[in-house]
């Protein structure tokens, strides 16, 4: 029986879907395959929940009972820093340790919105226009309006749509930098773009990616935020209701996104078709995984159900 760290916490506001994250992937992985230990970070904090122990951080490993445990896998089900940021990933490496996500290049790389858009613009994926603000910049409101209205202000380093503002009039852009300021200490306005949403997981399974169903996503609120992601503020519809052809070409650029991206693990990436084309917004390098977010019900699709789509990423990981 294999011993899973489930990786869990963290020290952004993300802190509370991870913790929710983490229990779903303990609930769900199968009992007679995995021993599963959830491990919570925050700061130099490393614990397991239920008996506060310490993680010995020489090994990563934990004394229960008597008992030495030492982990054949991570299972990161950590949103935001300091895993999905790809600080802790070098740390896991130097110890031969397997995990399910990205590598710390990688997931630095994809948490960071405006490098991401750098690296992939010679690539031709189309993107919508943006401007990077870091903190102390004079801030130009007429050169961030010549992109038109609406804007979208995101900190550029923040997951789950904390901070994020859908910009409608002029009066309202400085206090959205100043709301996204609270989070981060750079900030991207980006241009909108007029059409639906969509969003696509794709993973490697015996070394071959392996796409998985399209999702549509029609938000109640203004954008997919917070309320539409965690509180049902939202439908989802996977298949998505597209014409074959415009599904196999959201899966070809997953599948490209993956590839030039170098990713490991299961990865979400999400877009906006306007006309016939997919605008590439951003990859989520730990997605949601409760049995309500996008990726489980794309797996489902596919034919995985949740217990066997967790062992899956495990195995694969530590292949």
């Known amino acids: 029986m294999k011993n899973i760290a489930i990786l869990t916490g963290g020290d952004s506001a993300e802190r509370v879907i991870s913790l929710k994250s983490a229990k779903v992937v303990k609930d769900y992985l199968p009992a007679d395959q995995y021993r599963t230990f959830l491990i919570d970070i925050e700061g130099t904090n490393w614990h397991e929940p ?4 310490q993680v010995d951080k020489n090994d990563f490993s934990l004394t229960l009972n008597g008992e030495k445990i030492k982990f054949d896998c991570v299972f990161a ?5 300091p895993l999905e940021d790809g600080r802790m990933q070098g740390y896991f490496d130097m110890l031969k340790l397997p995990y399910t996500c990205c590598n710390g290049f990688v997931s630095a790389l994809t948490m ?16 919508a226009k943006s401007v990077l603000l870091r903190r102390g910049d004079t801030v130009s409101p007429a050169r961030l309006l010549d992109m038109g209205l609406p804007l979208f202000v995101k900190p550029n380093t923040q997951g789950s749509s904390f901070g994020v503002t859908k910009v409608k009039s002029s009066d309202q852009l400085l206090p959205a930098i100043e709301e996204a300021w609270r989070f981060d200490e750079e900030v991207v306005v980006e241009s909108f773009l007029p059409g639906r949403e969509f969003s696509n997981g794709a993973l490697r399974v015996n070394g071959e990616v ?3 169903p399209v999702t549509e996503i029609i938000p109640e609120t203004e954008f997919f935020d ?6 049902g503020k939202s439908q989802e519809i996977t ?4 014409p074959p052809d415009y599904t196999r070409s959201c899966q070809e650029r997953s599948r490209m996104l993956y590839e030039v991206l ?22 989520n390098t730990i997605p949601g995984i409760s ?8 797996a489902n699709a596919y034919g995985w159900e949740l217990g066997a789509f967790f062992s899956l990423l495990i195995e694969e990981a530590m292949r």
Do not use: M
């Open 112 to 127: 960071d919105k405006h490098v991401t858009k750098t690296y992939l613009a010679p690539y031709g994926i189309p993107l």
């Open 226 to 231: 917070f309320a539409a992601k965690y509180e």
């Open 239 to 242: 298949p998505a209701d597209l």
């Open 262 to 283: 170098r990713c490991t693990g299961v990865v979400r990436f999400d877009y906006i078709l306007v006309g016939e084309t997919f605008y590439f917004l951003e990859a």
């Open 50 to 53: 239920a008996s506060g122990i």
């Open 77 to 81: 089900a950590l949103h935001g820093s």
């Open 291 to 298: 049995p309500a977010s996008i990726v489980p019900q794309q």
């Open 210 to 212: 392996v796409v998985l």
